[in-house]
């Protein structure tokens, strides 16, 4: 009996099964994102609904109803205003990408190749950012000064002798609000594409340089191949806030120019709801559009 006991040996206990089955990782997978799908549902997808579905009710001249039809795209498409209004937006969009791109690149090259030390590219690219210490309107405003009939522009010409009169189209025409456009937006394409080039490895440069590439053909065949994604999110940003600003027109044009926001704007102050919610969803179907036909040259998931 002693052997036997001796031989033996102590069962270990096997913890007990827990209560309930374990969540699927798919499952935990939605419930950590349903938080953030909410917010986007209330914030986002239920506004978007609420103004497709009111560009399809009626209007009077003090009251709008519900209803089911399209008087207010037939008139939106049928007005030879809508098109004149939305090429002065493509316009002012397609003026303003191309100088706040040139700008951007050249600030953006110029603080990630040329300035070596770290703490003075922060400090430089802190000082671009110092104009959005103000509102969009106290910078437009500051133009108004400078730009006008009797402002400092027109008075430094004509005691310089260049002009004999002041140069009426410095301010209240497309020069002012382009000009406005540009100061107001090229942050927008120098933060993406400075993010990008600072991404870049120097020893590709250095490659480029020792196979005898020189300055213009490395930045045509390294550099601006890898700054694509930062541009295409900067032409994005500044795009679609350019194609929706309606504020900028209004200052700098001295109402006389309009673009969609103007319209949309002119709309609702006149209670027509049903005719500013169509033009928001024809602009909204534009800009989208416009969205990916750029995606389209640059998968930005895929490069970033």
């Not at 349903?34 to 009111?54: G, N, R």
């Not at 910078?139 to 009169?165: C, H, K």
């Amino acid at each position: 009996m002693s052997d036997l006991a001796g031989d033996v040996q102590p069962v270990e206990k096997r913890p007990a099964k827990r209560a309930g089955r374990r969540l699927g990782p798919d499952v935990l997978g939605w419930l950590q994102a349903a938080p953030l799908t909410l917010v986007l549902v209330c914030f986002l997808l239920a506004p978007i609904a609420m103004i497709v579905a009111v560009s399809f009710w009626g209007a009077t001249e003090f009251s709008i109803y519900p209803a089911f039809q399209f008087d207010n795209y037939a008139f939106l498409f049928g007005s030879d205003v809508t098109y004149r209004v939305f090429f002065a937006t493509f316009k002012y969009a397609l003026i303003t990408w191309a100088f706040t791109l040139a700008i951007g690149f050249t600030v953006a090259y110029f603080l990630a190749f040329h300035v070596r030390s770290q703490p003075i590219q922060i400090a430089l690219f802190l000082l671009c950012t110092i104009p959005f210490w103000t509102s969009n309107i106290i910078r437009m405003i500051s133009w108004i000064p400078f730009l006008g009939r009797n402002g400092i522009a027109n008075s430094a010409l004509i005691s310089w002798g260049v002009i004999d009169e002041p140069l009426e189209w410095l301010l209240y025409s497309d020069f002012s609000v382009i000009l406005a456009f540009v100061h107001l937006y090229t942050l927008f394409m120098v933060v993406p594409i400075f993010n990008t080039m600072m991404r870049i490895d120097k020893s590709l440069l250095e490659a480029a340089r020792d196979n005898g590439a020189s300055g213009f053909q490395t930045l045509l065949h390294v550099i601006l191949p890898l700054t694509k994604p930062g541009i295409m999110i900067g032409t994005i940003f500044v795009v679609t806030l350019v194609m929706g600003d309606f504020i900028t027109v209004r200052f700098m044009s001295g109402s006389q120019r309009a673009n969609v926001g103007r319209l949309i704007s002119n709309d609702i102050s006149l209670l027509q709801y049903p005719s500013a919610a169509a033009t928001a969803v024809v602009l909204l179907c534009t800009v989208l559009l416009v969205i990916g036909i750029l995606l389209r040259f640059v998968n930005i998931r895929k490069e970033l």
